[in-house]
Every structure is written in C-alpha cells, then in structure tokens.
C-alpha cells in the first residue's frame, strides 16, 4: 500500500474510533487494507460484514436487515462506493451520516461561491466564505478555511483543499480577485488584514509548507507565491534527495513581512523571507532573504535599494503619507 493511501486510512480510522465510541463496528464491503490499518492503527476489528446478498450469509457476514434500527448497537462502515440508494437505506435504518456511519470512499467537494459556513464528518470546516468557490479533495481532513470580517473577493477566486490537513486563514478587509490559493497537503496559508491581491495570482503551497504572508500587503496581477518545488530532485553521485524539508526547516516557510508590494507578474520561491515595507519588482524572481524598507528585483532578484517606504497612494508626497506605524528604519 502507498503511503498517501495508508495517510488517508488512517485518518479515517481516527475518526472511525472517534465516532463510534464503543460500538461494534460492521463492514458493509470488504478492503482487507483496510482492515489491517484499522486494526494497527487503533486497535479495532469489525465484529462482523453484512450484505444485500442471502446467498453470501456466512459465519462472519450477516444480512444488511439484521442491522435495521440498531446503530445504538452498531457502527458501519461503508467500504462500497456509497450510492444514494445506499446513503438512503442507511438513513431510514437509523443510521446518520458520520454520528453512525463512516464512507471510506468519498467524492471531491465543491463549495460554491454562496456557501458561507460548512463542516463535514471529515473534519472539514469553513468559515464565513466571502465569496470563494472552495474545493474540498476526497482525501482532506481537518481542513481549515477561515475568513475574516470585511473581506471580499470576485468571482472565480478559488481555494483548493487537497490532502491532509490543511489550512487557509484570510484576516479582515482582505480584497482578493480571481486567483487561487492552492493547499497540496498538510499545508498553511495565512493572510493578514487588509492586504490586496489583484488578479491572476496563484499561492501554490507544496506537502508540509506554509505561507505566511503580513498585513497591509499589495499584490499587483499576475503575481506566484510557490513554497516548494513541487517535485522531487535528487543528487545523482549520493542517490540523496536535495530538497526535502522537514515542515520546521525554514526552507518551507516563505514568509512576506507587513506592508510588502509586490510588483506586477512577481514571483516568490520556497523559503523566502521578505521583511517589512519592501518592494519586489515587476517581473522580479525572488528567492532568499531580505531586511526590512529594501527593494529587490530583477531574475534573480536582488537588492537595488535600501531604506524606503512607500504608500498605496500615488498621490503621497510626503514619507508621513506611508503607513506611519511602519516608517522606523531596521
Ligand atoms: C522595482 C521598482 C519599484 C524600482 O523603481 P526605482 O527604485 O525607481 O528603480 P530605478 O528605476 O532607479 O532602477 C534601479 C535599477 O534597477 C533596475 N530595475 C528597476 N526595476 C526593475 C525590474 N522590475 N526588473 C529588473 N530591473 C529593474 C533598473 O533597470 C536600474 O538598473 P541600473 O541601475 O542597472 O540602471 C520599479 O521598477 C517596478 O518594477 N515597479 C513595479 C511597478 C508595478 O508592478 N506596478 C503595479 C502596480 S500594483
């Protein structure tokens, strides 16, 4: 069994033991790697199978019937791919969605723009949605989406939740357009308030990266946030993996300051950091670190100026006109 597939069987088992306190567990269809992942995980087996089908009554299967109105007693879990009819028949035997009963095979999740709040048996929960369409992969749980007060985004922006855990915190009076913030697995991306991001933007985050990014930020179109290659790399001469790190190096981390603009088309590699009041260029590729009041640009980006602010207005004659809490040089 692969190790994302084992991941994800896992976490169902958490929850499978989380829900069904106490109760015997049934398996309505059969997945023997399953079955091993439970019992390792958790220490559980099912008491028996049961089935829609007389002829394969056995010892250790019984008739689906014989567990009508008995979910105080049982616990299913349905290892089938779970049809309507299916979903319906368990619900008039009493049985509800996750309180007593656990799909094992799932199907993505699409939230549309209007769905302000959501939670799912997965542990999946969303949070004053503004607007986003949020999809929700079959292999997420305890993912996170949480927005604050006053912030809006247009049309078409989209957040994906692929697998694991992930995590997306928007702060408040955030102003977004059509992008994508992109979560691949066990990933964070947090957004401070009142930051703004034109559109065309895509914040990829890779297995186990963060992004974090300040407040007061301006990102204009076309800008890309990556916090990881994406795909493996390896030295041929030692057979070593070159860019592998651990969720704690700061090589996963890219972390942008408070009052940060980002020119039109930038870009922002994996294990960035950014500090307070700069500037990346327009068309800038930047991967490293920088103080504070700098600004960086070029392919690579590099710094061409120390010491600056700058304001959102350009109608600002005076360096009081910037944000004022942040005109202390470093
Ligand atoms: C980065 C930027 C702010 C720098 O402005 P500046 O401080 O006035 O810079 P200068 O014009 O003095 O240029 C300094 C040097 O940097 C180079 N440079 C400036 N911007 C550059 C860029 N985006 N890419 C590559 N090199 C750049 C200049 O060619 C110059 O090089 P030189 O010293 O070899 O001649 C500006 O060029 C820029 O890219 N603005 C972004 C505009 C934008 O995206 N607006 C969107 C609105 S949200």
């Known amino acids: 069994m692969d190790s994302q597939k084992a991941e994800y069987y896992r976490c169902i088992c958490e929850k499978i033991s989380e829900y069904s306190r106490g109760r015997e567990i049934v398996f309505y269809g059969n997945m023997s790697d399953f079955n091993e992942v439970l019992k390792e995980s958790r220490n559980l087996k099912p008491a028996f199978h049961v089935t829609a089908l007389k002829e394969k009554v056995n010892d250790e299967t019984r008739l689906f019937d014989d567990i009508n109105k008995k979910s105080d007693k049982y616990y299913v879990v349905v290892l089938l791919e ?77 957040i994906h939740l692929w697998k694991g855990t992930n995590k997306v915190t928007i702060g408040d009076n955030c102003r977004l357009r059509r992008g994508l913030l992109f979560c691949t697995m066990d990933c964070e991306i947090s957004l401070g308030s009142d930051t703004i991001i034109m559109d065309g933007y895509e914040i990829i985050c890779s297995k186990g990266t963060r992004v974090f990014i300040g407040d007061h930020c301006m990102f204009s179109d076309y800008i890309k946030i990556r916090s990881g290659d994406g795909h493996a790399i390896f030295d041929m001469k030692s057979g070593r993996r070159i860019n592998d790190y651990s969720p704690e190096d700061p090589k996963s981390i890219v972390n942008i300051g408070r009052h940060v603009w980002l020119g039109w088309g930038a870009s922002v590699l994996g294990g960035s950091e950014i500090g307070d009041c700069c500037i990346i260029g327009a ?14 640009a070029g392919n690579p980006a590099k710094i061409i100026k120390r010491d600056i602010n700058w304001s959102s207005s350009n109608f600002a004659y005076s360096l009081d006109q910037c944000e004022p809490y942040l005109n202390e040089i470093d």
């Open 82 to 158: 779970p049809s309507p009819k299916l979903r319906k028949k368990l619900r008039l035997y009493g049985y509800r969605d996750f309180k007593d009963c656990m799909f094992v095979q799932r199907k993505d999740v699409v939230l549309n723009s209007k769905v302000k709040n959501y939670e799912d048996g997965y542990g999946n929960k969303v949070t004053n949605n503004c607007g986003f369409i949020i999809e929700i992969s079959k292999y997420a749980f305890n993912s996170e989406v949480t927005i604050g007060e006053g912030t809006i985004c247009k049309p078409g922006a989209k």
């Open 283 to 296: 068309f800038g590729v930047f991967k490293g670190s920088m103080p504070g009041h700098c600004i960086a």
